[in-house]
């Protein structure tokens, strides 16, 4: 299989985390949690190459100091995720045709399994794209405005969406600006191309790839990073 290139949404402010800066510019274990990210896609045999989207503005990426043999381009994304996300597909390198399969990885998500990456592309490749996620294990409550619970939700066929994602680059573009015509925002890519019409297969992945949301969860990552290699 022809290697995939990654699009990496990293122009988030991380105002779940607080402080000054971006959450991918912080340290997780010395190095700056974006630097965990990309190592570790760059480190995938079926990746040939990242392209990082990074906020307008960002004066911190020249200093991440990514090494390796992979290419790495940059694109600047916009105000949501998703708006990003299409800031970079559209900022692919010619060679990547619109019938190409890209990933997409969240860059706060550092502790992605390499055996998860493979088994998304060679599962994905065959369903038309997918993502990883994993089913429910928790009793699912509806709460109301008054914080109590009035309701338990079937748990049966939820499962929570994780990242990479991948589809087919002209598809997804397509879904992404369908979405934005219509004003909708999409959380992950495979709403919006379940909005046009496309069933994403969900490939079972890890639960620790987590995504650093939470200033808590920098050290729920650094004790995940070395065991989830
Ligand atoms: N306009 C945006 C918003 C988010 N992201 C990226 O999408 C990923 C997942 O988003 P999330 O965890 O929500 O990050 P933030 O938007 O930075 O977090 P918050 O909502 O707390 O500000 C992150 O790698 C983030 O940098 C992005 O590229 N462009
Ligand atoms: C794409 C995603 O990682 C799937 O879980 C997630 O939705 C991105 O984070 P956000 O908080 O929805 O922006």
């Given at each position: 299989?022809?290697?995939l290139w990654c699009v990496v949404p990293a122009a988030g402010r991380g105002t779940r985390v607080g402080g000054d800066l971006p959450k991918q510019y912080l340290p997780l274990a010395g190095?700056?949690?974006?630097?965990?990210?990309?190592?570790?896609?760059?480190?995938?045999p079926l990746i040939a190459g990242l392209m990082v989207v990074l906020g307008a503005g960002d004066e911190l990426w020249p200093s991440v100091g990514l090494l390796g043999s992979k290419p790495v381009l940059t694109a600047i994304g916009?105000?949501?995720?998703c708006d990003s996300v299409l800031a970079g597909l559209n900022a692919l390198p010619?060679?990547?045709g619109e019938d190409a399969f890209v990933l997409v990885h969240d860059a706060a998500r550092p502790c992605v399994r390499e055996a998860d990456i493979t088994r998304l592309i060679e599962r994905?490749?065959?369903?038309?794209?997918g993502l990883l996620g994993a089913?429910?294990?928790?009793?699912?409550?509806?709460?109301g405005a008054d914080?109590?619970?009035?309701e338990t939700e079937p748990r049966d066929h939820r499962w929570r969406a994780f990242t990479?994602?991948?589809?087919?680059r002209g598809d997804l573009s397509q879904a992404l600006r369908a979405a934005s015509a219509a004003g909708v925002t999409v959380s992950d890519e495979a709403m919006a191309m379940e909005r046009v019409g496309f069933s994403p297969l969900l490939v079972e992945g890890a639960e620790d790839n987590i995504k650093v949301t939470t200033a808590a969860d920098f050290a729920l990552a650094e004790f995940l990073l070395p065991r989830t290699k």
């Open positions: 299989m022809a290697p190095r700056p949690l974006i630097l965990h990210t990309l190592d570790r896609l760059a480190a995938h916009g105000a949501e995720r010619s060679g990547v994905g490749v065959l369903a038309g794209g089913p429910l294990r928790d009793t699912l409550k509806r709460a914080g109590r619970s009035h990479p994602q991948m589809f087919r």
